[in-house]
Every structure is written in structure tokens, then in C-alpha cells.
């Protein structure tokens, strides 16, 4: 059991039944009684927020959170299929579930998947990833648009902006968290 002083960003606790993480939090102490608790909590499973003030007595459960390591095989439609590498047990995710993800997931790549008693909540990538470039347009020496990058797409389809020098055939290295180029990658 938490109490309403452990409360922190990030923190992830249960209510009623379902999991939320703590997205920001605020502690106030007034000149009398007790101190108070302001959080924003985002549920793990739907998405919605939630906005309350609890007192230094409210308590919160811990929510039956479990981390796997999972190998992605392939896609089929809107499914996208896992495979737990100790278990060899086999689990689908949905275009939704895995959101802005699916811009860095190649096959075979091993990624945490993270799970509520059965159910699979969310995934969390390597935070570098490399990936081929398939589609980049020449850059013109002596372009003066103000600008030092030009837009690339790699393998999985995702577009970003990269330097003049990145050409297709190149790997690139990306950050997963901004989607940022990070740098040439070579073999």
C-alpha cells in the first residue's frame, strides 16, 4: 500500500481496479489541518485523466504490474504479434495500444512489454534504435532556404529530418523517445 505522501511523478498506483501513473503533483500544506496531495493521473489502460486531492491519510494499492521481455515477429493488418522470449507464449497488440511505437518497430527487435494481471498495457522500445534509410532526395549544394537538414524515410516508414550527407542505403541511429536523428551508423 502507498500512502498519499508517497505520491510522486511517475509513481504508478491502483484505483478502483485500474492502473494510472502520476503525471504531476503538487503538495500544499495549509496553516492548519492536514496537508494536502494535488495530482493529474493518466489510467494506463484507456488513457483518461484524472485530476484529485487526497489528504496525507488516503492510501492507494499497488497495481499487479509485470514486465516481459518480448520479441515482435510480424504484422498482420492492425495486429501486431509478440512473442515472450522465456516462454515462447504469443500475445497480439493492436495499431492503438502500441501508438507512436510502431515508427521504430522492426521485426525481430526485443522490446519490455508491460502487463496488467493478463492484459498488455504498454510497450516500451530500446531507446536507440537503427534503422535503414529508404527514401532521402539529393540535397542541392548552395540551397539557401535557411535550412541544414533535409526529410528522410527509413524502413519502417516513419519521416524525419536529418543532415544534407544521409543517403539511402545509410543506418541511421534515432532516439525513440523524440524521434530524433542522433547520428550515421556504420556496419
Same mark, same amino acid.
Not at 498506483?13 to 500544499?28: A, L, N, T
Not at 540551397?143 to 545509410?170: N, R
Given at each position: ?127 536507440? &534504435?537503427?534503422?535503414? =534509410?529508404? #527514401?532521402? $532526395? ?6 539557401? %532556404? !535557411?535550412?541544414?537538414?533535409?526529410? @528522410? ?8 529530418? &536529418?543532415?544534407?550527407? =544521409?543517403? #539511402?542505403? $545509410? ?6 523517445? %523524440? !524521434?530524433?536523428?542522433?547520428?550515421? @551508423?556504420?556496419?
Amino acid at each position: 500500500m502507498y500512502s498519499a505522501s508517497d505520491l510522486r511523478k511517475g509513481l504508478k498506483v491502483q484505483i478502483d481496479g485500474e492502473p494510472y501513473i502520476v503525471i504531476d503533483f503538487e503538495f500544499s500544506k495549509p496553516g492548519k489541518g492536514q496537508a494536502l496531495y494535488r495530482t493529474k493521473m493518466r489510467s494506463m489502460i484507456s488513457g483518461n485523466q484524472l485530476v484529485n486531492t487526497y489528504r496525507s491519510n488516503d492510501k492507494f494499492e499497488k497495481p499487479d504490474l509485470e514486465e516481459r521481455t518480448m520479441q515482435f515477429l510480424y504484422s498482420q493488418d492492425d495486429e501486431y504479434h509478440f512473442m515472450d522470449t522465456s516462454s515462447y507464449e504469443q500475445i497480439f497488440l493492436t495499431r492503438d495500444q502500441l501508438g507512436h511505437n510502431l515508427n521504430y518497430l522492426i521485426d525481430n527487435m526485443e522490446v519490455q512489454v508491460l502487463f496488467f494481471g493478463d492484459r498488455a498495457i504498454d510497450v516500451s522500445l530500446p531507446t536507440f &534504435v537503427n534503422l535503414e =534509410v529508404t #527514401v532521402a $532526395d539529393p540535397w542541392v549544394k548552395g540551397d539557401t %532556404s !535557411g535550412t541544414d537538414t533535409k526529410p @528522410v524515410t527509413v524502413e519502417t516508414g516513419y519521416v524525419l529530418q &536529418v543532415p544534407p550527407f =544521409v543517403e #539511402v542505403g $545509410d543506418r541511421i541511429q534515432i532516439d525513440t523517445r %523524440s !524521434g530524433d536523428y542522433i547520428t550515421r @551508423v556504420k556496419d
